[in-house]
């Protein structure tokens, strides 16, 4: 007879930590593709994360390593915080998921 597969789950807690936050991040991330997207249209604009000349988000979205490939950045926090949304809730249903072996 076969072994059974090691799975792990995680308590309530932690899955609804993944849930608030993914929730609290994604509206975020869709905030800085707007600004990005008036960024583009236009270099004169100052995205709403930039607070003042210390705390500029402006610079780091006009430099090229705000693109990773081959799109920019707060792309990927949007699928990045929709993932931990539905990892999350999948816990809160009670998912188990095979351990990674390492």
Do not use: E, Y
Request: one cysteine or more; charged letters at 10%; glycine letters at 12%.
């Amino acid at each position: 007879m076969a072994p059974a597969p090691r799975t792990a789950g995680a308590g309530r807690g932690f899955a609804l930590l993944l849930v608030l936050t993914g929730a609290a991040g994604l509206p975020a991330s869709w905030v800085i593709t707007l600004d990005k997207f008036k960024l583009l249209q236009n270099p004169a604009f100052t995205p709403g994360c930039s607070l003042n000349p210390l705390v500029s988000c402006g610079s780091v979205m006009k430099s090229a390593q705000a693109a990773a490939f081959g799109f920019r950045t707060p792309t990927l926090g949007l699928v990045a915080h929709g993932v931990v949304i539905c990892v999350g809730v999948s816990l809160l249903a009670g998912a188990a998921f095979p351990r990674w072996s390492g």
